[in-house]
């Protein structure tokens, strides 16, 4: 079973980047469909963006399309989120994600978080001046 463990959050000024980083234990990482999840404050459990297994297919929620970016490294089991322009609603707590089924090759489907068995405790993104 994959444990992914995230890191690279931390306070970033509007308009300002940052780079997420899941590293996966797991024997192959080619199996599971990979994705980013986030949490605000008060507020339920949304997808951020999906990656297929393959990594042939990405989906984005619309509210970061354009400005974050999924890729994945399977030979050193990594999954990364790169994000920019960020705003302050992107305030949260992101999570990576893998599932065993073959999600995320569907044009801007994004499968809600029940598809996702395997979580990370998640890291902090805060966004503010």
């Known amino acids: 079973q994959p444990q992914p463990v995230e890191s690279g959050g931390g306070l970033v000024q509007p308009g300002g980047s940052l780079r997420l980083s899941c590293a996966v234990t797991v024997s192959a990482l080619n199996y599971y469909t990979m994705a980013w999840f986030r949490q605000a404050p008060g507020k339920e459990r949304e997808g951020v963006s999906c990656?297929?297994?393959?990594?042939?297919?990405?989906n984005y929620a619309d509210s970061v399309k354009d400005r974050f970016v999924i890729s994945r490294d399977n030979a050193n089991k990594m999954v990364y989120l790169q994000m920019r322009s960020l705003k302050p609603e992107d305030t949260g707590v992101y999570f990576c994600?893998?599932?065993?089924?073959?999600?995320?090759w569907g044009t801007g489907t994004l499968e809600g978080s029940a598809k996702y068995h395997y979580w990370g405790p998640g890291t902090q993104v805060t966004v503010s001046s």
């Open positions: 990656i297929t297994s393959g990594g042939e297919r990405t």
């Open positions: 994600a893998a599932s065993q089924f073959p999600l995320c």
